[in-house]
T-cell receptor
Framework: KNQVEQSPQSLIILEGKNCTLQ??????????LRWYKQDTGRGPVSLTI?????NTKSNGRYTATLDADTKQSSLHITASQLSDSASYIC?????????????FGRGTQLTVWP | EADIYQTPRYLVIGTGKKITLECSQT?????MYWYQQDPGMELHLIHY???????EKGDLSSESTVSRIRTEHFPLTLESARPSHTSQYLC?????????????FGPGTRLTVL
């Protein structure tokens, strides 16, 4: 069964600290993996996207890594800010259909305290 | 910032009412999607469209219906709302770009059925 599991479910850190969020998936075949940020009451916004051949991608203070062999990805946030408080969702796409079906994780709820 | 809009943002209605959730995008994207998301849970695809006059049901069974008469417009209708329909509904669109088409999400409609 194709699944995307994220950990931790929730995380609280102090402003200025770094953190790493994890994503494990069993989706096969694999096309790409995205990290989205979803603010409370808003729609998700894409942060990074990585295909099979890419093992790291940065977007400002966000750095995503991908190990396609172990089917793991991580999102590292550097020097956290209050505005980083949000849910971070890992999304994996297969290439088995013309739609490129997406499998969503439940997200990690990050809270940054001052 | 994605040019995809949803109205209303919040809706509270009584059981048995007919409602239409509006979604429009100005990016000219051919693909559009409707997702349902409950708090702390993953997004579930309920409808999608490849283009005008093309609609398909998603992974999650839904009593809602959709139409795609114009490229930019993808409304979702519930003929008779029930409390079990209470959820957040997210609309998204994407442009066909092979394996890496990114979905852009609207802000969502939070529906409460009393």
């Amino acid at each position: 069964k194709n699944q995307v599991e994220q950990s931790p479910q929730s995380l609280i850190i102090l402003e200025g600290k770094n953190c790493t969020l994890q994503c494990n998936y069993t989706v096969s075949p694999f096309s790409n993996l995205r990290w989205y940020k979803q603010d409370t009451g808003r729609g998700p916004v894409s942060l990074t996207i990585m295909t099979f051949s890419e093992n790291t991608k940065s977007n400002g203070r966000y750095t995503a890594t991908l190990d396609a062999d172990t089917k793991q990805s991580s999102l590292h946030i550097t020097a956290s800010q209050l505005s980083d408080s949000a849910s971070y969702i890992c999304v994996v796409s297969d290439r088995g259909s013309t739609l490129g079906r997406l499998y969503f994780g439940r997200g990690t709820q990050l809270t940054v305290w001052p | 910032e994605a040019d995809i809009y949803q109205t209303p943002r919040y809706l509270v209605i009584g059981t048995g009412k007919k409602i239409t959730l509006e979604c429009s995008q100005t990016m000219g994207h051919d693909k559009m999607y409707w997702y349902q998301q409950d708090p702390g849970m993953e997004l579930h695809l309920i409808h999608y469209s490849y283009g005008v006059n093309s609609t398909e049901k998603g992974d999650l069974s839904s009593e809602s219906t959709v139409s795609r008469i114009r490229t930019e417009h993808f409304p979702l209708t519930l003929e008779s709302a029930r409390p079990s329909h209470t959820s957040q509904y997210l609309c998204a669109s994407s442009e066909s770009k092979g394996r890496t088409d990114t979905q852009y999400f609207g802000p969502g409609t939070r529906l409460t059925v009393l």
